[in-house]
């Protein structure tokens, strides 16, 4: 129908690091971007949560209890104090450590050689890394569902990336004829938001269970495409072709066994997200 979208050919579905190449390196650390980029992937994810003094960081908890050597809220924290810890290499509940051990982000001897290396990443710090490399990786930010910080992590969202040149009036900047970046969030409000203050920016509405139902028929959300589970597709595999004919692209997380990147390719997603890019770019036949 009018402003319906194709199925994706696989040439074209984007693989996009969750948290970095999270499989690899601690998630949320410049080495684990590094080697999203090293990789050739066509976009990263970053998860971001405000701190007490109103900076933007890249953790995905509520709390750093899991992700580094200190215990607290984000929010309740100050730049500063989370400084003092480092980043290590954990898992989230319930994910395969597949023989991996829980590793500090760096050796203890390289702490000297990179003072980054370690430290919790500020999203400046990821958008200053980004927009300086010549590999162009795009940007997928989620917003976590803000509640102490409501409303202000949006709009500290979008002055950075003003700042850094990824937005500009409310245009995001276009790399091969696609926008750099792109806002996700599990909450609507938040990408309201975002759409209030960015209007072209695209927004990507995050679905963990079943869409909202109004009477009968699933509401469809507003914004650019809706990020479902790799479990929800699984259960309404039609969605895809739904969400396409009402122009909603179809960006599926987190996709990390080879059968389960072939069901999604296979359905014509536009994006996967992973925490395997190297699997699935090995699997789309692209990079070295
Ligand atoms: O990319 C979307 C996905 O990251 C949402 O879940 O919990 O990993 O942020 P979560
Ligand atoms: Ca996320």
Partial sequence: GVGGLPPRAPSEIEVVAHRGVSAEAPEHTLTAYQQALALGADAVECDVRMTRDGVLVCVHDRRINRTSTGRGVVSALDLAELERHRVVHRRPRGAAIRGRRSRPAVEEDDVE????????????????????????????????????????????????????????????????????????????????????????????HLVRQVLPRSRSRPVLPDGTAVGPSLALLRQHPGLVTRLHRAGLQVHVWVVNRPRDMQFAVSLGVDAIITDEAASLMHLLGRGG
């Fill in 113 to 204: 050689a990179d003072e980054d290396a370690g430290r919790v990443l500020t999203l400046d710090r990821l958008l200053d890394y980004v927009t300086a490399s010549p590999g162009r990786v795009r940007l997928a930010i989620e917003t976590k569902h803000p509640t102490r910080h409501a409303g202000q992590v949006e709009a500290a969202l979008l002055t950075s990336l003003r700042r850094f040149g990824l937005l500009s009036g409310g245009r995001p900047l276009q790399w091969s004829g696609r926008p750099a970046v792109r806002v996700m969030s599990f909450s609507p409000t938040a990408l309201r938001r975002v759409r209030v203050l960015a209007p072209d920016l695209p927004t990507v």
